[in-house]
């Protein structure tokens, strides 16, 4: 259940479109930290007081220890009409009217045939395969981001950086994720409107920064790359599964091949295109390709977007970054 609390904004630490980092004077010693998602809130300034949920830190979760502004108290109504009739954010009180640019595309294709589609299980994942990709290929590339962990895709300051660098050249918030570029029902219909609409040669699919995981093997949502290939598949997509692996992690599961891209091989239905690393194990059912391996964490150094996996750099996890640009090296040979 939610844990809501009252407090005063001290300061505005930074703005973008979308989205306010403030401190909140909580009542403690010192003001904490919270961001404001102002297209479901609207904005707050110093001063102002406001709700806070302060669930996920309360409960020591993978938040970066900020609270979430639940609303401004200064204001006695707020309103930002909205562009269609899809509601994302279903039933509850933040429920929102995003739209769906499918829904106002009557000439979109029923197939994403053209496109090739990476599958990533962590948000960390994307800006490799992205650099990857670009450096062997060169074309546009989309990325799709799902629901299976934050919602707003504002939050990420690995897109705004990749957008920025031009590792991404558009996005695509899908299912109760929104804030992309182009918002989707689903991530079928995403994939179409990357190659479609947003002309894309590439599209990295996955969520966005805060994999939820049980430690137990389905319980992640991590899984829903299976369902992302499958998808990627039937459309007539080409599908690439980016391999997590791990030098460093403490957790048994995750350290060499984890778990979660092990299962995802299980669970796909259709065949999928992986390149070979010397822990993946015998796939009979999959195409395992050798591919060049690129430096990964150059390609990243030279676009200036610094990436960590689970707080680990590049030094201390140098065959995760190694396996994400593989995952783009070998994305690039189907484009």
């Known amino acids: 259940m939610p844990t809501f609390r009252t407090g005063t904004v001290r300061e505005v630490l930074e703005q973008r479109t979308g989205l306010q980092r403030v401190r909140v004077d909580l009542g403690g010693p010192e ?25 996920a830190v309360d409960l020591g979760l993978g938040t970066g220890g900020w609270h979430v502004i639940h609303w401004n108290l200064e204001r006695g109504e707020w309103s930002e009409p909205g562009p269609g009739h899809i509601i994302k954010l279903r039933y509850t009180s933040l429920q929102a009217d995003t739209g769906s640019d499918e829904e106002h595309r009557d000439d979109l294709p029923d197939n994403a045939r053209g496109l090739v589609v990476v599958a990533c299980t962590v948000h960390s994942q994307v800006p490799g395969v992205a650099a990857a990709f670009k450096k062997a290929h060169g074309g546009r590339v989309a990325y799709v981001m799902t629901d299976g962990a934050a919602l707003p895709i504002v939050i990420s300051d690995l897109v705004v950086a990749m957008r920025e660098s031009g590792l991404v050249d558009a996005t695509v918030t899908a299912g109760h994720a929104f804030g992309g570029d182009l918002e989707a029902v689903t991530v079928p219909a995403a994939l179409v409107l990357a190659r479609h609409a947003l002309h894309a040669d590439l599209a990295i699919v996955g969520m966005g920064p805060g994999v939820v995981g049980t430690g137990t093997g389905l319980g992640t949502t991590a899984v829903e ?5 499958d998808s990627a598949a039937a459309l007539g997509a080409e599908p690439v599964l980016a391999l997590r692996v791990s030098d460093a992690d403490q957790r048994e599961r995750h350290r060499g091949l984890s778990h979660h891209s092990a299962t995802v091989l299980d669970l796909v239905r259709s065949p999928v295109h ?17 591919v060049e391996q690129p430096d990964t964490p150059a390609l990243l150094e030279t676009a200036g977007v610094a990436v960590t996996t689970m707080g680990r750099g590049p030094e201390e996890e140098p065959s995760f970054f190694a396996a994400a640009g ?3 090296v070998l994305a690039a040979g189907f484009a």
Request: charge should be negative; charged fraction near 20%.
């Open 31 to 55: 003001p904490e930290r919270a961001y404001a998602l102002t297209d479901l809130t609207g904005t707050v300034a110093a001063g102002d007081r406001v709700v806070v949920n302060t669930t």
């Open 225 to 229: 790359a299976a369902a992302v290939l």
């Open 274 to 290: 992986v390149a070979a690393h010397p822990w993946l194990g015998d796939q009979p059912r999959h195409d395992v390709r050798e």
């Open 326 to 328: 593989a995952a783009g």
